[in-house]
Structures are given as structure tokens and as C-alpha cells.
């Protein structure tokens, strides 16, 4: 199986609906087969960070993404 990292910028892509490059990760990961997503704590944190004052569906986004990496 390939492994690729992936940082802020995926996340925050892929969790907000107006970020201009949500729809070309969005369908990035939609063709992931076979390859596991690496990240850090640290990305993770940068990523809650950038949405803490967001509305509560991006604070949504940010904890299920945590938490399906432990």
C-alpha cells in the first residue's frame, strides 16, 4: 500500500465547501485507492486552529477528521 502525507492544506481544502480548492481535493480523495493518508498532531492543530471561529459544522468536520487518526 503507498502512503502519502498530507498537510493543512488538504484538510482545510477538503472540510470547507468555499475554500477554491475544495472540489479538486475533494475528488483527489475520491480516486484515493489503496493509499493511506499520513498526517501529525501538529497539522491537526493547525487545522482546528484555522476553523476555531467557523461555524459548528466545520468544528464538525475538524473532530471527526481527529478523531478517525487514533
Not at 498526517?39 to 487545522?47: D, G, I, N, Q
Not at 459548528?56 to 487514533?70: A, D, L, M, T, V
Amino acid at each position: 500500500m503507498k502512503t502519502i502525507f498530507v498537510d493543512t492544506f488538504y484538510w482545510i481544502a477538503l472540510i470547507n465547501k468555499t475554500d477554491s480548492w475544495h472540489l479538486p481535493v475533494k475528488n483527489y480523495s475520491y480516486n484515493l485507492k489503496n493509499i493511506q493518508l499520513v498526517t501529525t498532531e501538529e497539522v491537526l492543530t493547525e487545522t482546528i486552529n484555522f476553523f476555531c471561529f467557523f461555524s459548528s459544522s466545520h468544528e464538525k468536520g475538524c473532530f471527526s477528521i481527529s478523531k478517525s487518526n487514533y
